[in-house]
């Protein structure tokens, strides 16, 4: 059973960063998508960056050059270092995976190509 957890949420002033953490269990899939996305109160769930079995990275344009997804080496943790955070950061963020053999879909659907999610951590940033 594939479980995904999340940490390492919180809130923080604009201009600071957080490094959001989710431990993956019972996913062992050689190629895969994994990625972070979240949902601000009354907004659509977005993408935010996604990683692919591969290493390959995408981002949203709203996180280009602020945010940075990686994996650690076994591949059972996903991080998403989130560096200058403005108050429109803040949402509810999730890790998610996809089912064995998907590969990213294009960071704004790629809701659409995962199967697995964690619950969800909160990121507050004020201003």
């Known amino acids: 059973q594939v479980q995904l957890v999340e940490s390492g949420g919180g809130s923080v002033q604009a201009g600071g960063s957080l490094r959001l953490s989710c431990a993956a269990s019972?996913?062992?899939?050689?190629?895969?998508?994994m990625g972070w996305f979240r949902q601000a109160p009354g907004k659509e769930r977005e993408g935010v960056a996604v990683?692919?079995?591969?290493?390959?990275?995408r981002y949203a344009d709203s996180v280009k050059g602020r945010f940075t997804i990686s994996q650690d080496n076994a591949k059972n943790n996903l991080y998403l270092q989130m560096n200058s955070l403005k108050p429109e950061d803040t949402a509810m963020y999730y890790c998610a995976a996809s089912p064995s053999g998907s590969r990213c879909l294009p960071v704004p659907y790629a809701k659409i190509g995962m199967g697995y999610w964690g619950k969800g951590t909160l990121v507050t940033v004020s201003s």
């Open positions: 990683i692919d079995s591969d290493g390959r990275t």
């Open positions: 019972g996913y062992t899939y050689s190629t895969y998508c």
